[in-house]
T-cell receptor, first 114, second 114 residues
Framework: DSGVTQTPKHLITATGQRVTLRCSPR?????VYWYQQSLDQGLQFLIQ???????AKGNILERFSAQQFPDLHSELNLSSLELGDSALYFC?????????????FGPGTRLTVT | AQSVTQLDSHVSVSEGTPVLLRCNYS??????LFWYVQHPNKGLQLLLK??????LVKGINGFEAEFKKSETSFHLTKPSAHMSDAAEYFC????????????FGAGTRLFVKA
């Protein structure tokens, strides 16, 4: 158990809908990262927050947005969902915003868009 | 720009024989390099990391990796494979480009035969 929690574990929704994925980092970690894992794209970095501020952006679609709240939990919002958004979404956390820090991964949220 | 290439999508070994999973990277700056393992339907677990200290890095479960700057490689090895090592392995690079973006390799699936 990494100490990172994600809810829900599974989510099934229809095209065009909007969903919110939630992540609670390890106690004391200030950085939160979001990743998408799919069969065709592999593991893609989406976005990173550090202490409430956006720090780095990866291959995140404009339909997706995220934020980190004062209590350091983070939410990833996916809107106008398409079939291709079906994937496993991971959250990770690390203590600080330095490249040398390893990231601790949550168990993931499996999103199925029908 | 940063990139990481895992040279084998699949590797098959017999139990008790050595494991070699190959990874080459590209980074404009001195990178931090990591190996993660993902067992089926599980999150990612850190095996080991390199952050400009010793070039031979020891990790969990008997794995180790050697950073070779001249070859831009960070291959993962284990002297003797165990059935429980069967999983997907990801080589990861983080650097200073664009705010510590995290780049995952495509993954290498390790099969261990009895």
């Amino acid at each position: 158990d990494s100490g990172v929690t994600q809810t829900p574990k599974h989510l099934i929704t229809a095209t065009g809908q909007r969903v919110t994925l939630r992540c609670s980092p390890r106690s004391g970690d200030l950085s939160v990262y979001w990743y998408q894992q799919s069969l065709d794209q592999g593991l893609q970095f989406l976005i990173q927050y550090y202490n409430g501020e956006e720090r780095a952006k990866g291959n995140i679609l404009e339909r997706f947005s995220a934020q980190q709240f004062p209590d350091l939990h983070s939410e990833l919002n996916l809107s106008s969902l398409e079939l291709g958004d079906s994937a496993l979404y991971f959250c990770a956390s690390s203590p600080r915003d330095l490249s040398s820090y390893e990231q601790y991964f949550g168990p993931g949220t499996r999103l199925t868009v029908t | 720009a940063q990139s990481v290439t895992q040279l084998d999508s699949h590797v098959s070994v017999s139990e008790g024989t050595p494991v070699l999973l190959r990874c080459n990277y590209s980074s404009s700056y001195s990178p931090s390099l990591f190996w993660y393992v993902q067992h089926p339907n599980k999150g990612l677990q850190l095996l080991l990391k390199y952050t400009s200290a010793a070039t031979l890095v020891k990790g969990i479960n008997g794995f180790e990796a050697e950073f070779k700057k001249s070859e831009t490689s960070f291959h993962l090895t284990k002297p003797s494979a165990h059935m429980s090592d069967a999983a997907e392995y990801f080589c990861v690079v983080r650097g200073l480009t664009g705010g510590f973006k995290t780049i995952f390799g495509a993954g290498t699936r390790l099969f261990v035969k009895a």
